[in-house]
């Protein structure tokens, strides 16, 4: 590894190799046709001839195709070797082409389409509906109305405390005014825009500080089980690194704390992580519909295993539960597909959580009453690592197998992996993007057949900006804005089954420049931009190497846990001064086990020996290092307030940060 990244850090990528991809990314066709005839008519146009019908072509593109529709990049600036692997939305490829036209072609562009946005926006019904704003600004971009249509939205969602999505629409507000004409209406439009964005920076900021920070030490505070039964010490060694049944943990504003395990829940009153009480358990099959059987959620380590990563927005959280199966035959019989659970819970003032909605397949048990909901016409396998975001959640979903209502109609497939958003309150369906198929890199077995256990599991969401990063662990990742609009699709090189790879349970780590992105299916670590106008790709592509697992972000440089010589080190990748240094050796039969915990001046790891704290700003110096005893050694690591968990394989320990 060390002689492949000092090649990507002198400036040469190395090479990326072979995609190895296949990935299935959605497009309209009618959309693309449309485009690709408007470039055509663009190139046709002589001199001094205005390009109207080119113009027409393009805007058709959008008012053929729904919000989420996605289009080839071919046309759209990139050089060949990227467009090839790439798509975007209909809605950025427009934008793209807007803002790639010389500054008189920009004006005809506006000068035709302005009268047609500002008659709809003159014509809105009352109240000003925000499916009429939307589709004025999605069906007339680069106009005066665009932007504005797109500055009410953001008002709106600022009113209502949704300053992402606020931030959405304004940003779309800015790019729509940097196009249109004349250019006092465009400098106003901007200088309209800035108020508002900095409006939101002046509301003060969370006072609250990083777990870690200013941190000298750890204490243990308590231990508790999952589950009533041992792990060994020697069963975890077999399990790579970020592979296996994962626990996850959040909290909530009280201060109580949630522990998902695979079949028990394990939940913290407000003075529970100062160790005082037991904590309450809680059979997570009590959360799933009427009739939900036993829990099996069964993980194998060489497809990624299965996270259990809660989400929480303080007040509520949203679990997923159990695992699904596909269609099958056994013996000559016909298995149905099974789906697997996705439940919100909420505090209450006199115990533990109690279920807000509740949903497998069609069943929904929700506030009101349980019904059969007709606008999920597929049976789903929720995936790990949902995301809260205002009164929506966003969650994958792999496509077990369709309702019969279904199986007759030209839809959902088998092995679909969608993006789907909940209303937070009701369970209700919102919204279903397909983002691709799955593709698993698993064998299957001659003697045994598929085993469901052996899927693949995509990456738990991340959020870049107003940007949910999806990594499918399939040879795809996507960029989705907040309101569904595809942003970009990438196809991502794929490893070779048993080459090593990364775990591919971890979400995206964000940046202020982009997000890092390590596919399990994958032997490269990318570099992405989710800013819209930009190139998906950006350097460096770094291979694996003889790293495991990425650690963390710092300063210009990366947080590697891997090998170093005969042992395993945790090393530091400065991507300004060409330099890889391992910052700490691990002992000879020390490994490590999960992922790191960090703030701006501490980082915290544990390995099947100890906790390792190391101060960031004096050179990793090691402040605290106490030992780990029992079996179930190591874990993932989560912050909580003043207190650490660290999840094992099925133990809970919590410590105290002493500062």
């Given amino acids: 590894m060390i002689a492949a990244l000092v090649v990507c850090l002198a400036g040469v990528l190395p090479q990326e190799g072979p995609l190895g991809s296949a990935a299935f990314q959605p497009t309209s066709k009618e959309a693309n046709s449309a485009l690709l005839a408007g470039d055509s008519l663009l190139t046709e146009a002589g001199p001094g001839t205005p390009p109207h019908r080119a113009f027409d072509a393009w805007r058709r593109a959008l008012l053929v195709s729904d919000s989420g529709a996605g289009v080839t990049a071919q046309g759209a600036g990139l050089p060949d070797s990227e467009s090839e692997r790439i798509t975007f939305g209909v809605e950025e490829a427009v934008l793209r082409r807007i803002e790639a036209l010389p500054l008189e072609q920009r004006a005809l562009w506006s000068a035709r389409f302005e009268p047609l946005a500002a008659e709809a926006l003159s014509n809105l019904p009352v ?185 929480s927005d303080g007040d509520r959280a949203a679990l997923v539960i159990d695992r699904g199966e596909p269609g099958r035959k056994i013996r000559g019989l016909d298995r149905p597909p099974r789906g697997n659970c996705l439940a919100v819970v909420q505090r209450t003032l006199d115990g533990a959580p109690a279920v807000v909605w509740t949903r497998r397949g069609q069943r929904l048990e929700g506030p009101a009453a349980a019904i059969w909901d007709p606008k999920m016409d597929a049976i789903v396998e929720y995936q790990p690592g949902p995301l809260i975001l205002g009164e929506k959640l966003f969650v994958m979903a792999r496509t077990m197998g369709l309702t019969k209502a279904s199986d007759q109609e030209v839809g959902a497939q088998k092995g679909d992996l969608t993006l789907l958003t909940f209303d937070m309150a009701s369970g209700e369906l919102l919204s279903s993007l397909l983002i691709t198929q799955a593709s698993d890199l698993a064998r299957e077995s001659i003697l045994l057949g598929y085993s469901p256990e052996l899927r693949s599991v995509c990456m738990p969401l991340g959020l870049s900006g107003e940007t949910i990063i999806c990594g499918t662990n399939a040879g795809l990742v996507a960029a989705i804005s907040l309101d569904g609009r595809t942003l970009w699709t990438l196809r991502t090189r794929r490893r070779q089954a048993d080459s090593p790879g990364w775990p591919g349970s971890r979400p995206p780590v964000t940046t202020r420049r982009g997000v890092w992105v390590a596919p399990g299916d994958s032997d490269r670590l990318y570099h992405l931009s989710s800013r819209p106008g930009s190139s998906p790709l950006l350097a460096p592509i770094l291979p694996l190497g003889e790293s495991l697992d990425l650690a963390g972000i710092g300063q210009g440089n990366l947080l590697l846990m891997g090998r170093s010589g005969p042992r395993e080190a945790l090393i530091e990748l400065r991507l300004s001064k060409n330099t890889r240094d391992p910052l700490l050796h691990l002992g000879p039969q020390e490994r490590f086990t999960g992922t790191a915990l960090h703030s701006p001046d501490r980082t915290l790891f544990a390995t099947n020996h100890r906790l390792y704290l190391l101060d960031r700003q004096r050179e990793m110096l090691l402040l605290d290092a106490p030992a780990l005893m029992g079996q179930d050694r190591g874990g993932d690591l989560v912050g909580l307030g003043q207190h650490v968990l660290l999840l094992g394989a099925n133990t809970v320990r919590v410590l105290r940060v002493l500062k």
């Avoid at 600004?137 to 797109?150: D, L, V």
């Avoid at 940003?171 to 964005?197: F, G, I, S, Y």
């Avoid at 792990?231 to 296996?244: K, M, Q, T, W, Y």
């Avoid at 394990?266 to 529970?272: R, S, T, V």
Wanted: net charge positive.
């Fill in 127 to 311: 109240g000003q509906s925000a499916r009429a704003l939307g589709s004025i600004e999605r069906n007339h971009p680069g106009t005066q109305s665009a932007a504005r249509a797109a500055i009410i939205l953001g008002d709106q969602s600022a009113e209502q405390g949704a300053n992402q999505y606020a931030r959405l629409w304004w940003q779309r507000a800015d790019r729509h005014a940097h196009l249109c004409n004349p250019p006092e209406t465009r400098k106003t439009l901007k200088a309209a825009v800035q108020r508002r964005r900095d409006s939101l920076t002046q509301k003060p900021p969370d006072k609250a500080r990083p777990t870690l920070f200013g941190a000298k030490g750890l204490k243990s505070v308590r231990t508790d089980l999952i589950e009533n039964f041992a792990i060994s010490a020697h069963s975890l060694e077999r399990v790579p690194l970020g592979r296996g049944l994962r626990l996850g943990a959040v909290q909530f504003q009280d201060g109580s704390a949630l522990v998902q395990g695979p079949r028990m829940g394990l939940f913290y009153g407000p003075d529970g992580l100062n160790g005082t009480g037991k904590p309450t358990r809680i059979l997570l099959r009590t959360w799933c519909p009427t009739g939900t059987r036993e829990l099996r959620p069964l993980a194998a380590p060489s497809a990624g295993g299965w996270s259990l990563l809660p989400a």
